[in-house]
């Protein structure tokens, strides 16, 4: 993540080039609109023939700060009724996997969870959830092959509710974002969720993988529009080496970054820092 480390590395000891600097900016992801701010903020500087890496740093960091929310309040349960979560996003950001970590992070914070294999479309999907609900010793529920999903997900909400569990979290099949069909279905979901619960899905969060770059930020666009979206989970943010898609879709679309998975293991994963993560790029 720290590509200001590798800015300072380029522009060591000569003069900025503008075309390299905004090249490097949108090659961290930071996204057009602030790669702009950032360029604009430094050329009305006096003497901005004479900005220095320290200066570049200083107004990114800046800006960062300035879009990044400062707290995000954590994700707390209802009194009466389950909280429901909703699981988005494309094949192979590691969707299923995040479900379990998620799990195992409210798990870990005293809270109840049922899980819903409501990824029907794919048997390896169900299966591996299952697997995940064995070891974490959580109950899932799933459905036929091929079941609807927003059926799968009525009944996940009926068994929550008996069960008094406070957290239900829906495992959703992974689409392209530019299916129509499919975003579709994540309206039905949402629609049959609030026969139940007016407010439910109470959390929409979309999975992105941070090594995609743009194209997370185009997900995002895509999955805010079908059913809106209140937070991300970021992927891979460890290994990015950029990670600036974090500050791009909070930048354009308002959103913020709940939670980032960091590693493999079941405990590589937790809330989005933002001091840390600020720490990390600078």
Same mark, same amino acid.
Request: aromatic share 6%; charged share 25%; net charge neutral.
């Given at each position: ?78 009194? /009466?009724? @389950?909280?429901?979560? %909703? $699981?988005?996003?494309?094949?192979? &950001? =590691? ?103 007016? /407010?439910? @899905?109470?959390?929409? %969060? $979309?999975?992105?993988?941070?090594? &995609? =770059? ?69």
């Amino acid at each position: 993540m720290n590509f200001l480390k590798s800015l300072a590395q380029t522009f060591a000891n000569k003069p900025i080039d503008w075309d390299e600097l905004e090249e490097s900016l949108i090659r961290a992801d930071l996204g057009m609109p602030m790669t702009t701010r950032i360029i604009k903020a430094l050329q009305e500087r006096e003497a901005w023939s004479l900005v220095g890496i320290n200066d570049i740093v200083k107004v990114v960091g800046e800006e960062i700060v300035r879009i990044l929310p400062e707290n995000l309040a954590p994700i707390q349960p209802q009194t /009466a009724k @389950p909280k429901v979560i %909703l $699981l988005l996003g494309v094949n192979g &950001t =590691g969707k299923t996997t995040s479900t379990a970590k998620l799990a195992r992070y409210l798990q870990q914070n005293r809270h109840s969870v049922l899980l819903a294999a409501a990824d029907t479309f794919r048997a390896a999907a169900i299966e591996q959830l299952g697997i995940w609900a064995e070891r974490l010793g959580v109950e899932m529920i799933r459905g036929q092959y091929n079941a609807d999903p927003a059926a799968l997900c009525y009944e996940a909400y009926q068994a929550a509710v008996k069960r008094e569990i406070q957290f239900l979290i829906c495992d959703t099949a992974g689409r392209m974002h530019t299916k129509t069909n499919l975003m579709a279905e994540l309206e039905k979901v949402k629609r049959t969720l609030g026969k139940q619960d007016p /407010a439910a @899905p109470h959390e929409r %969060l $979309l999975v992105v993988d941070a090594t &995609t =770059g743009s194209n997370a930020l185009s997900q995002a666009r895509e999955f805010q529009s079908a059913i809106g979206l209140t937070g991300l989970i970021v992927t891979k943010l460890d290994g990015s080496g950029k990670g600036g898609i974090v500050v791009a879709i909070q930048d354009e679309l308002g959103i913020p970054t709940r939670f980032v998975g960091t590693g493999e293991k079941i405990n590589d994963f937790g809330p989005f820092d933002r001091r840390a993560y600020i720490d990390n790029l600078l």
